[in-house]
């Protein structure tokens, strides 16, 4: 075997820093979702007293992921954990809006406990949802993990700098993706294929808002891509399948893609 490629690898296993494994990142989101919904849990809490133990232990939990990964080790790892399970009141508040908006949303959704068990885009809300309280709390790096984490179990790429609003419905949800600086209001609805992108990714853009701005009571439906930092959906629009929008449009619109579809007869 080649030296210099071998001193290449130890190297590099010498300089990358620690970060525990996305399973278990992901194991501990998990954890929450099924306190919060045991609709998708296996196991039920029979009592108050411990259901306060699994709060301890998820923030416990997380204390352990953050004293485990390089970027937070000279965090104060213990109020964080303990600021993330003081939300969970308020995230379980969100997630109940999203879960009503996807129930009043959807004929084919008979009740909540088919939403919460077996809806895709709840699942990737959750994730979301929990990353985004990560993020405010400014804990590097695991945001961005347990979002990835949820794509991969999804189809559904949401940024944990996003901005949503309650009772957000995603349906279907395959190929959804949601950058970094997007902004999106209260009683959103998506269908599958949506971007909400930027119109470049010029690595100077950084710091910039860079993603769309969808304001409440929008329905953007399957293939729309919208791009830019300056494009504002206004409220009450409807934006059809497989639209290109790069410029805002205002309130109350309907903006629908026209294609030139010719169906020809066979010859007999």
Known sequence: MDKQFLTQIYEKHQRTEAVPQTSEIGEWA???????????AKEFFPSIHEIEGEIWNIGNELRLILEATDKCKDCDNVARSKSFTEALPELHRKLRTDVTAILEGDPAAKSEFEVVRAYPGF???CFYRIARILHDLEIPLIPRILTEYGHSKTGIDIHPAAEIGDFFFIDHGTGIVIGETANIGKHVKLYQGVTLGALSVSKSMANTKRHPTVEDDVVIYAGATILGGET??????IIGG????TKSVPVNSTVFHKPEIEVKEKEA
Do not use: M, R, Y
């Open 232 to 237: 504002v959906v206004g409220a009450g629009s």
């Open 123 to 125: 699942v990737a809300i």
């Open 242 to 245: 497989n639209v290109w929008l």
């Open 30 to 40: 998990e954890n929450v979702i099924k306190l919060l919904f045991p609709e998708k």
